[in-house]
């Protein structure tokens, strides 16, 4: 069960310096859902807030940009960000409360869908603060082509002692597949634009900058499951594995995440009359 006690200041901070994988996979995903200057714009799971921070700098000094995430010590990071046009807050994606019905319009969630182990109530509250028309952008981990990471981490904790040991997932817990994303999406009553998956080849120095990433994007709940000291024994052999794949280039990951752009029906459209 992923919790979100285990974040640290340390764990926060590495983020903020290691996170340019997601930064850069939400341009893209930004770029897909083509912000214009004057919209308005939440941004659930912001993070650091590194990406909502250049989400603010599509919209423009005439539109706004809020970010939330339950995660306090990453949202006082976050508040430290100057644009004028920028607001952080704590917040969870199935309690958008503090925002009224039809105020953005545009909501995205990067690198954040496979953290979250109910999400029809995400999606419904992503539906209620959309205007009509309005447009949900999700980047997600793809369960049908797992990550290069996840199939080394999985290799490992189903070696003993670690198999006696319940491992919820080798890294994201909660991921889906391109059709169950667009069945939900659908149900949710949004109309999807465009799904589809997309693979980014990552570069590591070294293994330990593997873990480092792999422990603050999970805020704690890399491994989580294991106890303490086998946690410990289960990382290092990892890195073992991982040192194994080291060449001219470091180390060569690659990550497969679905992309999608969804658009919010207007529920009562505009009847025209003709004299």
């Known amino acids: 069960m992923t919790t979100l006690a285990l974040d640290t200041p340390v764990l926060a901070r590495q983020y903020e310096d290691l996170s340019d994988k997601q930064y850069n996979h939400g341009k893209l995903?930004?770029?897909?859902?083509?912000?214009?200057?004057?919209?308005?714009?939440?941004?659930?799971?912001?993070?650091?807030?590194?990406?909502?921070?250049?989400?603010?700098?599509?919209?423009?000094e005439e539109g706004w940009v809020v970010g939330v995430d339950p995660l306090p010590l990453r949202v006082e990071i976050a508040k430290r960000r100057g644009a004028a046009n920028l607001l952080f807050r704590e917040g969870r994606s199935e309690n958008l409360r503090d925002f009224p019905a039809d105020s953005f319009d545009a909501v995205f969630l990067n690198s954040v869908f496979h953290w979250l182990p109910e999400k029809a109530g995400s999606l419904a509250e992503a539906y209620r603060v959309l205007k009509p028309g309005g447009r949900l952008g999700i980047s997600t981990a793809s369960r049908e082509r797992p990550h290069a990471l996840e199939r080394i981490v999985q290799s490992v904790v189903e070696r003993p002692p670690y198999a006696a040991h319940p491992v919820v997932s080798a890294t994201t817990p909660y991921k889906v597949t391109s059709a169950e994303l667009a069945a939900l999406l659908e149900r949710a009553g949004f109309r999807v634009r465009s799904l589809e998956i997309r693979s980014f080849v990552d570069h590591f120095d070294n293994p330990a900058t593997v873990i480092d990433f792999s422990r603050?994007?999970?805020?704690?709940?890399?491994?989580?499951?294991?106890?303490?000291?086998l946690r410990a024994s289960a990382i290092e052999e990892i890195k073992s594995e991982l040192a194994k794949l080291r060449g001219p280039e470091g180390i060569v990951l690659t990550r497969n995440l679905i992309f999608?752009?969804?658009e919010k029906l207007d529920p009562s459209p505009t009847t025209r009359s003709t004299t």
Request: proline fraction near 2%.
């Open 216 to 229: 603050s994007s999970s805020f704690g709940n890399f491994l989580g499951t294991l106890p303490a000291a």
């Open 29 to 60: 995903l930004l770029g897909d859902l083509g912000l214009g200057r004057g919209q308005r714009v939440l941004d659930v799971g912001c993070g650091t807030g590194r990406l909502t921070e250049y989400a603010a700098g599509l919209v423009g």
């Open 260 to 262: 999608a752009v969804a």
